[in-house]
């Protein structure tokens, strides 16, 4: 979390960013001392950090912005007017089911000291905004920092292409978004302060730096999609080679829209413990059984028919892209994470959450019956193994990207996110190895084969990267298609 004070004497303007590592999201506190009055810009589901750390400034929190409607997380605004009795603020353009204070470009909100001004910048979405904070007692004609939400990020900016399904093209959002871009945010001051909605690792962009602050001055210079070019440039130069965007974006970006449940009312219904008889009668009924335990773990011994999607890695991204949201999940985790997993799942606003079994693994050991294990292979003896007269069939589950730089001779490339839909094109007649880069993603993969009945199947044990340490021959980097 950084934390920023505006030093002014007796009277501090607080901002506090907090960043959320595993959805790579920042949100942000601004709280003004003189008037005691909180803004919380961009917030996740669960808000308790919000409300204690304004308890603690003395601050009330009474306003709540949404620079766009996110998609890859369900934000926490109908939870803080619940809680505190905030106001919602959203871009004039955004439509909602809930009651909302609509801010078009040049809009103010004004609380003691500090002045926040909404600039309107659409491109990532339609409704995109970003809002200029202002130090009234410092300067009242230049804004100390700029909350860019995914118009802007470090090293990179939104992507245009995200609302498809909405009847928005990438072409027409991404012509805004370079509006956006060089008539508002780039005639700021080089010395504003940049703080984004996202930093690496999110799917909203292609380019995210570790960094959660900058300037203005230092994208100007060292942002790609900042340099000089002309529209068309740009356009072809921000579409090209995005990571594919999960599933569950275009849900969670609609549910933002939408009055639902909050979070606290669901994690009160979902976090009952199960015996595991009853999970078994869930199961049986369609219920998921989602196993959040680290691959070996999970490999070590598991209930026939679980998918694994470990919380050590990127779980509520793979959780979204994977699990069929119309149908209840139960979970199995080790004691004392059925609350974090249930949480986390709420984050992306995958709330049918059945229960979780109570006790964990224990009491399922018991019961062989039900176990399935999966079988761990070494790098050194699955070489031995491809060099025999019957090799395995060789699955590498990474991203086609993954696969053209670097790979295992002979493998073939099916992304774990397309691994359902070109499940036939796996022999069931060979015995199968699958790897990642890791070991996180073969862990997934495998337990999704195991579901589709595949026998002889084998996980490399470190993925890849064992694969390199190995020292053990490597294909050449595969032509991009068309080159």
């Not at 501090?12 to 907090?18: A, E, G, T, V, W």
């Not at 308790?48 to 009330?60: E, I, K, M, S, V």
């Not at 949201?325 to 959450?353: N, T, Y």
Request: aromatic letters at 8%; proline letters at 5%; glycine letters at 10%.
């Amino acid at each position: 979390m950084a934390v920023v004070f505006f030093d002014r004497g007796w009277v501090p303007m607080l901002i506090k960013q907090y960043y959320l590592g595993c959805l790579a999201h920042a949100s942000y506190l601004i709280g003004d001392e003189e008037s005691h009055v909180a803004v919380v810009v961009d917030p996740q589901r669960d808000t308790d950090q919000y409300l204690a750390d304004a308890a603690r400034y003395g601050f009330q929190i009474k306003h709540v912005f949404l620079t766009h409607f996110h998609a890859d997380f369900v934000a926490g605004h109908l939870e803080l007017r619940d809680r505190c009795s905030a106001r919602i603020y959203l871009g004039a353009s955004g439509k909602a089911e809930y009651s909302f204070t609509p801010m078009s470009d040049g809009d103010m909100l004004e609380f003691g000291r500090t002045l926040l001004v909404v600039l309107a910048t659409p491109g990532h979405s339609p409704e995109s905004i970003c809002i200029l904070v202002y130090d009234l007692r410092k300067d009242r004609l230049k804004p100390y920092a700029v909350l860019t939400g995914d118009t802007l990020f470090i090293g990179d900016v939104g992507r245009p292409d995200l609302r498809a399904s909405l009847g928005w093209s990438a072409e027409e959002l991404g012509g805004m978004l370079y509006d956006s871009l060089h008539d508002k945010l780039l005639t700021l001051p080089d010395e504003t302060l940049v703080y984004p909605a996202h930093g690496a690792g999110s799917l909203c962009g292609k380019n995210l730096s570790t960094d959660t602050v900058s300037t203005i001055g230092i994208q100007r210079r060292h942002n790609y999609a900042l340099q000089p070019r002309s529209r068309d440039e740009f356009l072809t130069l921000l579409l090209a080679d995005q990571p594919e965007a999960p599933a569950y974006f275009a849900y969670d970006a609609l549910l933002n829209t939408k009055e639902r449940p909050t979070l606290e009312k669901t994690l009160e219904q979902v976090l009952s413990p199960l015996s595991l008889e009853e999970l078994l009668r869930l199961q049986n009924a369609g219920a998921q059984v989602l196993d959040v335990r680290e691959p070996a773990d999970f490999e070590g011994g598991h209930l026939a028919g679980a998918t694994n999607i470990g919380l050590g890695g990127t779980y509520a991204t793979w959780a979204g892209t994977l699990l069929d949201r119309s149908r209840h999940v139960v979970i199995s985790a080790d004691l004392g994470r059925e609350e974090e997993a249930a949480l986390r799942l709420g984050r992306i606003g995958f709330d049918l959450v059945a229960g979780y079994l109570r006790g964990g693994m224990e009491e399922a050991q018991a019961l062989p019956e039900l176990l399935q294990r999966t079988e761990r292979i070494t790098a050194i003896a699955l070489a031995e193994q491809l060099d025999s007269p019957e090799p395995p069939f060789l699955l590498d589950v990474r991203t086609a990207a993954e696969w053209q730089k670097g790979r295992i001779g002979g493998s073939a490339n099916i992304p774990l996110g397309h691994l359902a839909e070109r499940i036939e094109e796996i022999p069931r007649d060979r015995k199968v190895v699958v790897h990642c880069a890791g070991g996180y993603r073969s862990s997934i993969a495998a337990s999704i084969l195991q579901q589709q009945g595949f026998t002889g199947l084998s996980d490399l044990v470190g993925g890849f990267s064992a694969w390199e340490s190995s020292r053990l021959d490597i294909a050449a980097p595969a032509r991009l298609r068309g080159g």
